[in-house]
């Protein structure tokens, strides 16, 4: 584990081409995203892009995991060991982050549907999944142990959790991003209350 | 109504024009679709196809109204009035229809993806889930109004069935389908059970 307070400058370099990925895969989708449409909110040339990726599916693939990182750092900062309020942080955190930015769910949203043809996507989406489903596993494991959720089977709960996240980014892309998100953070709750804390 | 006993020759062409996008959907994915691809699986000439539809998008929003028609017609077929029964059956064919065909589902991402920038593509998306979530939403109100179902809000439980298709339909387009589908059916009937069942 790198220590965050000594950041490197490469990893500074790699923070703001990821930023500005965010940025540019926002305001241009992902069908019209460019090395140079990058390189132009990076505020360098598409050289000092090409410097650190070789193809604009190799930054892509990277920027699938800076998501990842970027969302666990922001779990593993709070110190909240209840597991009832660490699940509760872990589904505000997966559905309401992005409730504001519909542009940024329609590009996720086409990067998903490009993973069946990009071996790159695939991988990375499916380590992304994989991860976030053992982080909501072990947090319904630990709940299981404490007596404080029934005995269901963790790895399916986990799944249906993350069914439901899957579901509310699809439709968020598609409908009222706001009321989907909210609306979905609601059934997961009502999952959550229903089906883990049953006669609890 | 039309009366489907006496089906025209109009629409015999349309049905075996929808039978052949489906085929070629499956064969070539959307990116890859042509209407020259179309009109080898329906065995004519793309002019034949252009008499009917103008554009391959005026084809595929058409197709995607076929599929809508084609569900309706599966459930309405089925002398089911039990609201229990009812729903289960909605569910079923919702998530267990395509658990065999992933390059189908792989096809229906592409196209949701295309939509926010697809106006045809997203008025008909925007039917078909308003459609099938009324249906959803009539039966929920049916079980509740006779007792079967705990006093819930309607519309709400709707969406939540639906942020469950829908989260299962894209992970089964990239994960393993089956295993996918099958596990969502799971967490569907939890969700009844647990939230609309409660207490009855």
Known sequence: MSDSSETSPESD???EIMEATYRAL????YA???VKRIAEE????TAAIHYHYDTKDDLL????DYLLDRFVDTVHGVDVTDPDERLDLLLDRLL????????FLVAML?????APHNEQFDAQFEANEEYIRYMLRTVISDGIDRGAFADVDAEHAARSLMTIVDGARTRAALLDTEETLTDARQTADEYVTAV????R
Do not use: I, N, P, W
């Not at 926002?26 to 989708?29: I, K, L, Q, S, V």
């Not at 990076?42 to 040339?45: A, R, T, W």
């Not at 693939?61 to 699938?64: H, I």
């Not at 086409?110 to 490009?114: D, G, I, S, T, V």
């Open 13 to 15: 370099v790699d923070e």
């Open 196 to 199: 883990l804390k049953a006669d």
């Open 61 to 64: 693939a990277a920027f699938l």
């Open 26 to 29: 926002c305001e241009y989708g």
């Open 110 to 114: 086409e990067m998903r549907a490009q």
């Open 32 to 34: 019209d995203l460019t």
């Open 42 to 45: 990076y505020g360098k040339s």
């Open 96 to 103: 309401l982050d992005h409730v504001d930015r519909r542009d």
